[in-house]
């Protein structure tokens, strides 16, 4: 029988097992499965999933939940205090979603390191390694609070059943009253329910009586009195609401075939047992087995304020770029795109990033006079043209959005600032085909084909959320709505490609954490029955978790700093999986928040943000649409001042933020790539010379996912991450022509090329007109000029960063 009992002052045990298989069971405490070796099968509430090794999953307590392990199966149980958690935490309702299996995150490595540690400890017989042991239980709770709790708060859909929710409230009133004798009429009638049904349910839940329930969560809380106390039998059966003590007897000699008594009386000779089953030698050599497979690593370096970069230079090691950062720019409705000023900000991001790419949406808006019903003879492309004329005109290509994308700006995850749903609403599947088809020929008739075969179409899924009265509401979406996506995007795609071959159509804008590993092979799956595939795959990747928890949906801001790369590692595994075509993948819109009022999209801490997780991504993705180009879209009647936490690379007056900058070292760098870690690049040519990006991200701490985003401020902000250290880089580049160097750099910090923080010296609401092209002038990078003699063919150089810096750097020989 699996161990369920903890000391009244222990945050957690472990302990390991070989067993293959389990009944249907539920506990009053959290576990945590770990598998150290072999293959195990897990059904909670209904939903299986499969745990490799190193795979982890953390049972919420009272869920129902049975596993089948593979003959070789070695595992590690935690169980883990309800009521500790609940007193640390300060919350009655506490759940972890915590499954290594559906999603990737770089908290589970870090979990995995604790766990690996307190194994470590554990097969230590010094009693002296305790209190390490018992801080490595509160690190690990810390991890796990950190990244994967979900509150009330978090709730973002509901089954109408509302079953669990009702389970888990019956739960609450037993143990509440466990104490006391409880009937089910009681019950019954604090949930204004008839005995019978209540009766009928739990036994349908939980596969017992009301009766049997109740003395499960009894027999739970009386073990802790019987193993760790010197009380009475009697005392224990009364203080734990046991009628008398033979009815404690009874209950605990069908759990246990033996009475309290006994078992107490055993009680040492039991752990002794215990401690030598898992003491023996089989158990501990397959422990000591694995951690010699599973080091543990001195995190040191890791964490040291100087990071050692070295490696010989090697032709036969040297990748190219295949990803581009900055060629597309999300710039915003087509109406919009007839504006002075947002199309001076466009050619001033094409001219200092190199845009190639224009993505906009909303051609459907009326004041475009594009009626979609109208004969063919009839529709007015004119409004659409002097957008698309406006940009040939620059050399850029249109990215259209041939979907209903609703005009939707944030304030949190919770608020819209603006939601203004966009429907097509054709009157029939042959209507919307004409449009398209008079679409695509009015375009090459202006434009030529193969002009046009250059832009890209995209063609939106209608999304799973909605801002109803400016309010978050989330819909899970059926097959149905799937199957219907899918149909229309042949029709449109079939269309297009008829009369341009050649055109690059795509879709479907697919936020990948709402789905998942298997959700998201499952829909690729579901498109291969289909005829018409995308030339290339749409996705959006936003720092936002949606899980679901038995009937129940919760979405919280991720604490992953790699959710980009995670999420495209999550669309390669899919479209492998499901033998889904090789398609470039355009990661359409990403940014560190959604939140247009988040004062985090101004600070420095974004540029670097930035230049890691695009460090960490390349190849990952063919092109990269950072959310948005500039502040002037989400500009409204609250946004008064010169900055307002808009998501744009630049201000509404113009000025480069950070993120821009951070995209225009990118932009920079050679094609070859020579070398590349966590906190820089290291690009090359022929001639000789390098041009490295690097940054010292500061990651933001447990607060700021707790806050409502609109609510930070500029006076907190500091307040919000985990550390505020510098960090140093020795380069040390073998293989270098020997000779001087010239190394120039340019450096965005607080200090300097930082628009917010000297917006915020001002202390000025409003500013003048010479006030703006002050900052203008002054929020630009500092640049620095240094000399290095290469000697031995060694270029050996330091690189010192302030926190949340980002630094460009160009070497050439003097």
Same mark, same amino acid.
């Given at each position: 029988?699996?161990?369920?009992?903890?000391?009244?002052?222990?945050?957690?045990?472990?302990?390991?097992?070989?067993?293959?298989?389990?009944?249907?069971?539920?506990?009053?405490?959290?576990?945590?499965?770990?598998?150290?070796?072999?293959?195990?099968?897990?059904?909670?509430?209904?939903?299986?999933?499969?745990?490799?090794?190193?795979?982890?999953?953390?049972?919420?307590?009272?869920?129902?939940?049975?596993?089948?392990?593979?003959?070789?199966?070695?595992?590690?149980?935690?169980?883990?205090?309800?009521?500790?958690?609940?007193?640390?935490?300060?919350?009655?309702?506490?759940?972890?979603?915590?499954?290594?299996?559906?999603?990737?995150?770089?908290?589970?490595?870090?979990?995995?390191?604790?766990?690996?540690?307190?194994?470590?400890?554990?097969?230590?017989?010094?009693?002296?390694?305790?209190?390490?042991?018992?801080?490595?239980?509160?690190?690990?709770?810390?991890?796990?609070?950190?990244?994967?709790?979900?509150?009330?708060?978090?709730?973002?859909?509901?089954?109408?059943?509302?079953?669990?929710?009702?389970?888990?409230?019956?739960?609450?009133?037993?143990?509440?009253?466990?104490?006391?004798?409880?009937?089910?009429?009681?019950?019954?009638?604090?949930?204004?329910?008839?005995?019978?049904?209540?009766?009928?349910?739990?036994?349908?839940?939980?596969?017992?009586?009301?009766?049997?329930?109740?003395?499960?969560?009894?027999?739970?809380?009386?073990?802790?009195?019987?193993?760790?106390?010197?009380?009475?039998?009697?005392?224990?059966?009364?203080?734990?609401?046991?009628?008398?003590?033979?009815?404690?007897?009874?209950?605990?000699?069908?759990?246990?075939?033996?009475?309290?008594?006994?078992?107490?009386?055993?009680?040492?000779?039991?752990?002794?047992?215990?401690?030598?089953?898992?003491?023996?030698?089989?158990?501990?050599?397959?422990?000591?087995?694995?951690?010699?497979?599973?080091?543990?690593?001195?995190?040191?370096?890791?964490?040291?304020?100087?990071?050692?970069?070295?490696?010989?230079?090697?032709?036969?090691?040297?990748?190219?770029?295949?990803?581009?950062?900055?060629?597309?720019?999300?710039?915003?409705?087509?109406?919009?795109?007839?504006?002075?000023?947002?199309?001076?900000?466009?050619?001033?991001?094409?001219?200092?990033?190199?845009?190639?790419?224009?993505?906009?949406?909303?051609?459907?808006?009326?004041?475009?006079?594009?009626?979609?019903?109208?004969?063919?003879?009839?529709?007015?492309?004119?409004?659409?043209?002097?957008?698309?004329?406006?940009?040939?005109?620059?050399?850029?290509?249109?990215?259209?959005?041939?979907?209903?994308?609703?005009?939707?700006?944030?304030?949190?995850?919770?608020?819209?600032?603006?939601?203004?749903?966009?429907?097509?609403?054709?009157?029939?599947?042959?209507?919307?085909?004409?449009?398209?088809?008079?679409?695509?020929?009015?375009?090459?008739?202006?434009?030529?084909?193969?002009?046009?075969?250059?832009?890209?179409?995209?063609?939106?899924?209608?999304?799973?959320?909605?801002?109803?009265?400016?309010?978050?509401?989330?819909?899970?979406?059926?097959?149905?709505?799937?199957?219907?996506?899918?149909?229309?995007?042949?029709?449109?795609?079939?269309?297009?490609?008829?009369?341009?071959?050649?055109?690059?159509?795509?879709?479907?804008?697919?936020?990948?954490?709402?789905?998942?590993?298997?959700?998201?092979?499952?829909?690729?799956?579901?498109?291969?029955?289909?005829?018409?595939?995308?030339?290339?795959?749409?996705?959006?990747?936003?720092?936002?978790?949606?899980?679901?928890?038995?009937?129940?949906?919760?979405?919280?801001?991720?604490?992953?700093?790699?959710?980009?790369?995670?999420?495209?590692?999550?669309?390669?595994?899919?479209?492998?999986?499901?033998?889904?075509?090789?398609?470039?993948?355009?990661?359409?819109?990403?940014?560190?928040?959604?939140?247009?009022?988040?004062?985090?999209?101004?600070?420095?801490?974004?540029?670097?943000?930035?230049?890691?997780?695009?460090?960490?991504?390349?190849?990952?993705?063919?092109?990269?649409?950072?959310?948005?180009?500039?502040?002037?879209?989400?500009?409204?009647?609250?946004?008064?001042?010169?900055?307002?936490?808009?998501?744009?690379?630049?201000?509404?007056?113009?000025?480069?933020?950070?993120?821009?900058?951070?995209?225009?070292? /990118?932009?920079? @760098?050679? %094609? &070859?790539?020579?070398?590349?870690?966590?906190?820089?690049? *290291?690009? +090359?040519?022929?001639? =000789? #010379?390098?041009?490295?990006?690097?940054?010292?991200?500061?990651?933001?701490?447990?607060?700021?996912?707790?806050?409502?985003?609109?609510?930070?401020?500029?006076?907190? /902000?500091?307040? @919000?991450? %985990? &550390?505020?250290?510098?960090?140093?880089?020795?380069?040390? *580049?073998? +293989?270098?022509?020997? =000779? #001087?160097?010239?190394?120039?750099?340019?450096?965005?910090?607080?200090?300097?090329?930082?628009?917010?923080?000297?917006?915020?010296?001002?202390?000025?609401?409003?500013?003048?007109?010479?006030?703006?092209?002050?900052?203008?002038?002054?929020?630009?990078?500092?640049?620095?000029?240094?000399?290095?003699?290469?000697?031995?063919?060694?270029?050996?150089?330091?690189?010192?960063?302030?926190?949340?810096?980002?630094?460009?750097?160009?070497?050439?020989?003097?």
């Amino acid at each position: 029988m699996e161990k369920d009992y903890l000391s009244s002052d222990l945050l957690m045990d472990v302990e390991f097992t070989t067993q293959g298989e389990t009944k249907t069971h539920y506990h009053e405490n959290f576990e945590l499965l770990y598998v150290l070796n072999g293959e195990l099968s897990i059904i909670v509430e209904g939903e299986e999933y499969q745990l490799k090794q190193k795979d982890l999953i953390i049972i919420n307590y009272n869920r129902k939940h049975r596993y089948i392990g593979s003959d070789d199966l070695f595992l590690a149980r935690f169980v883990i205090s309800y009521s500790k958690v609940k007193e640390l935490l300060s919350n009655d309702m506490i759940l972890f979603w915590c499954n290594s299996t559906l999603e990737k995150n770089e908290s589970y490595d870090e979990m995995r390191k604790i766990i690996d540690q307190i194994l470590n400890q554990q097969i230590m017989t010094n009693h002296k390694n305790q209190i390490y042991k018992m801080s490595l239980y509160y690190q690990l709770l810390h991890v796990i609070s950190k990244n994967f709790l979900l509150t009330s708060e978090n709730v973002r859909y509901q089954s109408e059943k509302k079953s669990d929710s009702r389970m888990e409230e019956i739960f609450q009133f037993i143990r509440a009253n466990y104490q006391k004798s409880i009937t089910l009429q009681e019950l019954a009638d604090h949930f204004f329910l008839s005995t019978a049904y209540l009766s009928k349910y739990i036994k349908k839940k939980c596969n017992v009586s009301f009766t049997d329930l109740v003395n499960s969560v009894r027999l739970t809380h009386s073990m802790t009195d019987l193993l760790y106390t010197d009380a009475s039998i009697m005392k224990i059966a009364m203080d734990n609401g046991f009628a008398s003590v033979a009815a404690y007897n009874k209950v605990f000699k069908e759990a246990y075939d033996m009475t309290p008594s006994l078992f107490r009386k055993n009680s040492v000779t039991a752990e002794k047992k215990e401690r030598d089953t898992q003491d023996s030698d089989q158990l501990r050599e397959r422990l000591n087995s694995y951690l010699n497979e599973n080091k543990i690593t001195d995190d040191q370096d890791e964490e040291s304020h100087d990071r050692n970069i070295s490696f010989m230079l090697d032709k036969q090691n040297i990748y190219k770029q295949t990803s581009y950062y900055s060629k597309l720019i999300n710039a915003g409705t087509a109406i919009d795109l007839t504006k002075s000023d947002f199309q001076e900000q466009i050619i001033y991001l094409k001219n200092k990033l190199g845009a190639e790419y224009i993505r906009f949406w909303d051609i459907y808006d009326p004041n475009l006079y594009l009626d979609i019903h109208a004969p063919k003879e009839a529709l007015n492309f004119s409004k659409l043209d002097t957008v698309i004329d406006f940009l040939v005109k620059n050399q850029l290509k249109p990215y259209i959005e041939l979907g209903s994308k609703p005009i939707r700006l944030l304030k949190n995850t919770q608020d819209a600032l603006v939601e203004i749903p966009r429907n097509e609403n054709f009157d029939s599947a042959e209507e919307m085909q004409r449009f398209f088809r008079e679409l695509i020929r009015h375009f090459i008739k202006r434009y030529g084909s193969e002009e046009v075969q250059q832009w890209y179409f995209e063609y939106w899924k209608k999304e799973d959320i909605a801002f109803l009265d400016l309010r978050y509401n989330y819909s899970p979406q059926t097959e149905d709505v799937h199957r219907k996506y899918f149909a229309t995007f042949d029709k449109i795609a079939g269309t297009l490609r008829k009369i341009l071959p050649d055109i690059k159509i795509g879709g479907g804008g697919f936020p990948v954490q709402h789905y998942g590993n298997k959700g998201f092979s499952d829909l690729l799956s579901l498109w291969q029955e289909y005829d018409e595939k995308p030339n290339f795959l749409t996705i959006t990747c936003y720092p936002y978790q949606l899980e679901k928890e038995s009937d129940n949906y919760y979405e919280k801001k991720s604490t992953d700093v790699f959710f980009i790369k995670h999420n495209l590692e999550v669309v390669k595994e899919s479209m492998e999986h499901s033998d889904f075509p090789d398609t470039p993948i355009h990661v359409s819109e990403y940014s560190l928040t959604l939140s247009n009022r988040n004062p985090v999209n101004d600070h420095c801490s974004k540029g670097s943000y930035l230049i890691q997780n695009m460090i960490s991504t390349i190849g990952g993705a063919e092109l990269f649409g950072h959310w948005l180009g500039t502040d002037i879209y989400a500009d409204l009647q609250d946004s008064q001042g010169f900055l307002f936490g808009g998501c744009g690379l630049l201000t509404k007056t113009g000025v480069a933020k950070p993120a821009f900058y951070a995209l225009e070292f /990118l932009n920079s @760098l050679y %094609e &070859d790539v020579y070398y590349k870690e966590k906190h820089c690049i *290291i690009t +090359g040519n022929t001639r =000789g #010379s390098f041009r490295i990006a690097c940054h010292n991200y500061r990651k933001l701490n447990f607060n700021y996912y707790l806050m409502d985003e609109s609510k930070i401020q500029l006076d907190n /902000l500091q307040n @919000l991450f %985990e &550390d505020n250290e510098s960090l140093t880089l020795n380069i040390d *580049i073998n +293989g270098v022509e020997n =000779g #001087s160097y010239v190394i120039k750099s340019r450096v965005v910090n607080r200090s300097h090329g930082s628009v917010q923080d000297e917006w915020s010296r001002f202390d000025l609401k409003e500013l003048s007109m010479n006030e703006q092209d002050y900052l203008h002038r002054i929020s630009t990078p500092r640049l620095l000029n240094t000399k290095v003699k290469v000697e031995n063919s060694r270029l050996q150089f330091s690189i010192h960063l302030k926190p949340h810096e980002i630094r460009y750097l160009h070497v050439t020989a003097e």
